[in-house]
Structures are given as structure tokens and as C-alpha cells.
């Protein structure tokens, strides 16, 4: 059995990845916006491309089992 404390380290951890990802994404999103519109759309497409790509991704191992 592991430990209550080792769950809430991993939660945490999880957190503070997700949280620093998206401040990541922040960041590129805004500095583009500064750029300009074309390369705004450009990274809205590979992030539209790339959450699309894991979403089949994830049903496809859900449904194979």
C-alpha cells in the first residue's frame, strides 16, 4: 500500500504541471498576437490539430480495449 502523502504528491505534481502548461500556452499564444494574425491562426490550427490527433488517439485505445 503506499502512503496517503505519496497520492497528494502526485496530485500536486499533476497540477503543477497542467498549470505551468497552460501558462506556457499563454504566453506563445500572446507573443503571436503581437506577431501578428497569421501566425496566430498557424498555432491555433496545430493546437486544434494536435487535440484532435490525441482525442482519436484516446478514444481508439478505449475502444481496442
Known amino acids: 500500500h503506499e502512503s496517503p ?7 500536486g ?3 503543477v504541471v497542467m498549470i505551468a502548461s497552460l501558462l506556457v500556452l499563454l504566453f506563445l499564444f500572446s507573443a503571436a498576437r503581437n506577431l501578428g494574425g497569421k501566425i496566430s491562426r498557424v498555432l491555433l490550427g496545430v493546437s486544434v490539430l494536435a487535440l484532435t490527433v490525441f482525442g482519436v ?3 481508439w ?4 480495449g
Open 5 to 11: 502523502s505519496f497520492g497528494l504528491a502526485f496530485l
Open 57 to 59: 488517439l484516446q478514444v
Open 13 to 15: 505534481s499533476f497540477y
Open 61 to 64: 485505445r478505449g475502444l481496442k
